[in-house]
């Protein structure tokens, strides 16, 4: 049987999804004998609860310290006991982060997301909403989908709890929808991405992968969420100051990774920050906002098989490069590519795009080691934008922007990995 498509007929899909006389349910809930696209029934469903909040902050930027960038985020307070919307406000209003967390979710859980909008510190006249948008999830309920013009939005001072059950494993993006080119723009952008029912089994010696391929084909031993973007400074400075920007003069000056330029794109997650003298702090408050806290730096032991989990919500096309090390592109805008899977070294992804990456990393060279950090001497490979305009930081000497760095250790220095992105340093 072929497998089915975003376009398969009704009838083909409950054939293939076991409903028809075809395939068998495990006592996992994975259909067999079907290839990745499958809409499973769930054997035992669990649910994901998770908080978050909306509001505003600022993100320190290279070259213009003390004065950093206004944002709007999502800052993750599932661990707060506290979820009334007073507490809510007092604590993280005026306080977000960019890029927003990165949601790990497994197929077929049931999914609950409560998001509360706290309102805006630095711009009280701006009454806007905020929504949540599950890019490129093709089967949202239309309550759930966050585009406020068909949906609900959710209110300065109101919470609203979107559902969902993911039934297609891959790696989308999730973002703001309300005011959406300036709501993405000023930080509301994150990656999402979807575990494989197959996950925990063992094909091809992997028991982690990108996709259910029945054979092991995208399987990884770690995996690393970096979200491609820009910051354009006339939209972040003119919401500061209360002035109007007009999106078609869009000319970026910082091009960034999960938020960052490098070289703070190597700083561990969580990180509170001011290497090269710069500042996240808050000027309403004087309070020091972890604004940047998700790290682009991939650190791998040699031999070990890395899964990049990569999307783009800049308004730019960009082109990124792994000198010395193929990349192996598996995935493409959530969807296995099987057998159009391909090799190369200059990946092309355009705004609203992401792409399943494999590589392997090299043997460790001990006459050669080009780095060294808390873990140890380590072979230095560059992820990088090949535009070299997008490789500085405001045209200051030295390397800048899009770029960090795969860091290769001998074999077994590193622990397994516990989540996605794991930092060492
Ligand atoms: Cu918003």
Partial sequence: MREPTR??????????????????????????????????????????????????????????????????????????????????????????????????????????????????VQRPDLTDSHTIHWHGFDIPSPLNDGVPEVSVAVPIGKQVTYFYRPHREGTYMWHCHFEDVEHVQMGMT????????????????FTKFAYNDGNGTTGYDRHFAILLNEFWST???GDRD?????????????FILNGR???????????????????TENPNYGTFDKSTPNSALIQVNAGERALLRLADLGYQQHAMELPGIPMHVIGQDASRLGSSAYWTNTLYLGPGEARDVLFDAPAFNASKPTGSDSVGTHNVYYFKNRDWRKLSNLGASGPGGMMTEVRVYPASTLPPQNVVSQTYV
């Fill in 7 to 120: 376009g398969t007929s009704r009838r083909e899909f409950l054939k293939a999804a076991g409903w028809g006389a075809a395939g068998a349910v495990t006592a996992g809930g994975l259909v067999t004998g079907f290839g990745s696209r499958l809409l499973v029934p769930s054997a035992k469903a669990t649910t994901t609860t998770l908080s978050l909040v909306a509001s505003d902050g600022y993100a320190n930027v290279p070259g213009r310290p003390g004065d950093p960038l206004y944002i709007f985020g999502f800052v993750n307070v599932t661990d707060d006991p506290d979820q009334s919307v007073s507490h809510l406000v007092s604590q993280y209003k005026g306080h977000t982060q960019t890029s927003a967390p990165t949601l790990d979710f497994l197929q077929n859980d049931d999914i609950k997301i409560t998001l509360t909008n706290l309102g805006l």
């Fill in 190 to 205: 994150g990656i999402v991405f979807v575990r494989p029912l197959q996950d925990g089994q063992n094909f091809g010696g």
């Fill in 235 to 237: 939209f972040h400075d």
């Fill in 242 to 254: 209360i002035q109007e920007s007009i999106p078609t003069d869009y000319d970026p000056q910082w």
């Fill in 261 to 279: 330029a490098y070289p703070d794109t190597l700083a561990p997650n969580d990180w509170g920050g001011t290497s090269s003298g710069l500042t």
